[in-house]
């Protein structure tokens, strides 16, 4: 019984279920763009994270906005956001990074790395949202289970 206990307990860890497997990618395909999200389902708290979002144009875009809750980083601490946007603010209930224009078929990756403070317990959840400055254009769910 003591193998078997030792076992799983062994095994358990490999299969990603208490954190550390691989990123799932979200994406919303709109007429106007295309938006991928990249970051952890699972993670342990302490742990640093990366999340990354690819934007591409399908159309001319005047103001390529990527916007966040604040309930999506609670109790995270966001060490890095590359590249940095032209200008950031809230307003509407989101964080807004502008980016600028981008021109059909132009990409916009970003990388956002953070780190998960010890208060946040079970996990938060929220959008990432593309605008095209004020206009909505696609929205991403995204959740993340935090085990301590």
Known sequence: MALLLLGVLLILPMTGLLGGARSPVTRAVTPSATLTVKTPQTLRSGLFFETVVVVQARRPMADAVIAFPPALWRDMTINTQLPAA?????????????????????????KVDGQINPPLTLGTR???VLLD????????????RVLP
């Open 86 to 110: 032209e200008s950031e603010e809230y307003r509407d209930g989101l964080w807004r990074f502008h980016y600028g224009p981008l021109k059909p078929g132009e990409r916009l990756e970003t």
């Open 126 to 128: 929220g959008e990432v």
């Open 133 to 144: 400055g004020e206009r909505p254009l696609a929205r991403v769910p995204v959740a993340t």
